[in-house]
C-alpha cells in the first residue's frame, strides 16, 4: 500500500542520513500490536481495516521509538500517549504521531504529548528533551 511504501521511502532516506537522526510526523498508522477492532467513531473509519499489519512496524524495528512501543501497546498507559484529536471531541482518541531517533544516538530526558485544549490541530504536539550520546 501507499504507507508501506513511504516508510520504504523514508528508510531509504535514513539509511543516507549519517548517525545522527530524528524522524518525526504524522504517520496515519497505529502503533504495532494496536488493533483497530476496538475502535470506535471516527477512529474506526480513518482505521477500518483490523486485520493490517501497521505500516511503522519497519520503523520501530529499524529506530528507536521517541516513545517506547511497550507504552504505545500497553492498554494502561497507551492513552497519555494518543495524539490524533477528531474534531469536535474532547480528547485524543489514537496514537498516529510518533518520533523515531537513530539507534544508540539519542538519550531521551522526557517525552510527552502536550495536552492543550486551545491548541489549533488535530494533532496534539509530542515534547521532547534528547542529548546526543556521545560515543
Known amino acids: 500500500g501507499t504507507a ?11 539509511a543516507r542520513a549519517g548517525k545522527q ?5 504524522d504517520f496515519n498508522a497505529l502503533p504495532p500490536g494496536v488493533s483497530a477492532a476496538g475502535l470506535t467513531g471516527q477512529a474506526a473509519v480513518e482505521f477500518p481495516d483490523v486485520e493490517a499489519p ?3 512496524t519497519p520503523l520501530f524495528a529499524s529506530a528507536q521509538s521517541l516513545i517506547p512501543l ?3 501497546t500497553d492498554p494502561h498507559q497507551r492513552t497519555k500517549h494518543f495524539t490524533l484529536k477528531y474534531y469536535g471531541r ?3 482518541e489514537v496514537t498516529c504521531d510518533f518520533v523515531f531517533l537513530a ?3 539519542w538519550s531521551v530526558g522526557e517525552a510527552v504529548v502536550a ?3 486551545q491548541w489549533p ?3 496534539a504536539p509530542i515534547v521532547a528533551s534528547l542529548c546526543p550520546r556521545t560515543h
Open 4 to 14: 508501506e511504501a513511504q516508510v520504504e521511502m523514508l528508510q531509504s532516506l535514513i
Open 21 to 25: 537522526w530524528i524522524l518525526a510526523g
Open 54 to 56: 501497521s505500516a511503522v
Open 70 to 72: 511497550s507504552e504505545l
Open 90 to 92: 474532547p480528547t485524543p
Open 103 to 105: 539507534p544508540g544516538m
Open 115 to 117: 495536552r492543550d485544549p
Open 121 to 123: 490541530s488535530d494533532h
